[in-house]
T-cell receptor
Framework: GIQVEQSPPDLILQEGANSTLRCNFS?????LQWFHQNPWGQLINLFY???GTKQNGRLSATTVATERYSLLYISSSQTTDSGVYFC?????????FGKGNQVVVIP | ETGVTQSPTHLIKTRGQQVTLRCSSQ?????VSWYQQALGQGPQFIFQYYREEENGRGNFPPRFSGLQFPNYSSELNVNALELDDSALYLC????????????FGPGTRLTVT
């Protein structure tokens, strides 16, 4: 199956700092999604981004499908950005998830 | 637009018992997928249902089974529960017309004792 690797696994940020999360995947895919998992476990959709660049407020994402990677940018981080970020790629009728990026933003 | 809902929220079962989890898909979506998330891990694909038929299955034993109903809602059944089945079970709905972008429900947290 498709392998998804996320880096860094853990990240501690000072409030106001910027950060980049990376997702590498092993095969061509139909689509790619970024999620934020809240403390209660729900996966919140951040981006559906099979290719190109999208922005939503302080978050933006870029996927380079030909090179099999995606980046999630967090600018001017806030404590509410804390949590686990997952990259997931869709192929063969399923999402394959990475292990996540655990982000802690300290005030 | 109604989002994905799941029931129950929490459940405690004893090893060897059977459990049924339920999911209602987002309006306009015809495909439902189930995922298992163990503590500290990413979600793992269990299976997908489309037009009431299983449309893909992950590496889970046959005691994990499912159903999809004509209104696109779905059930996940697990027989002969084991301690390792303790996890968060997530349901996602999607549609072929929107590129299979997955929308997740709040999950059911299952504890097996």
């Amino acid at each position: 199956g498709i392998q998804v690797e996320q880096s860094p696994p853990d990240l501690i940020l000072q409030e106001g700092a910027n950060s980049t999360l990376r997702c590498n995947f092993s095969d061509s895919v139909n689509n790619l999604q970024w999620f934020h998992q809240n403390p209660w476990g729900q996966l919140i959709n951040l981006f559906y981004i099979p290719s190109g660049t999208k922005q939503n407020g302080r978050l933006s994402a870029t996927t380079v499908a030909t090179e099999r990677y995606s980046l999630l940018y967090i600018s001017s981080s806030q404590t509410t950005d804390s949590g686990v970020y997952f990259c997931a790629v869709y192929g063969n009728n399923r999402l394959a998830f990475g292990k996540g990026n655990q982000v802690v933003v300290i005030p | 637009e109604t989002g994905v809902t799941q029931s129950p929220t929490h459940l405690i079962k004893t090893r060897g018992q059977q459990v049924t989890l339920r999911c209602s898909s987002q309006s306009g979506h015809n495909t439902v997928s189930w995922y298992q998330q163990a503590l500290g891990q990413g979600p793992q694909f269990i299976f997908q249902y489309y037009r009431e038929e299983e449309n893909g299955r992950g590496n889970f034993p046959p005691r994990f089974s499912g159903l999809q109903f004509p209104n696109y809602s779905s059930e996940l059944n697990v027989n002969a529960l084991e301690l390792d089945d303790s996890a968060l079970y997530l349901c996602a709905s999607s549609s072929s017309t929107s590129g299979y972008e997955q929308y997740f429900g709040p999950g059911t947290r299952l504890t097996v004792t």
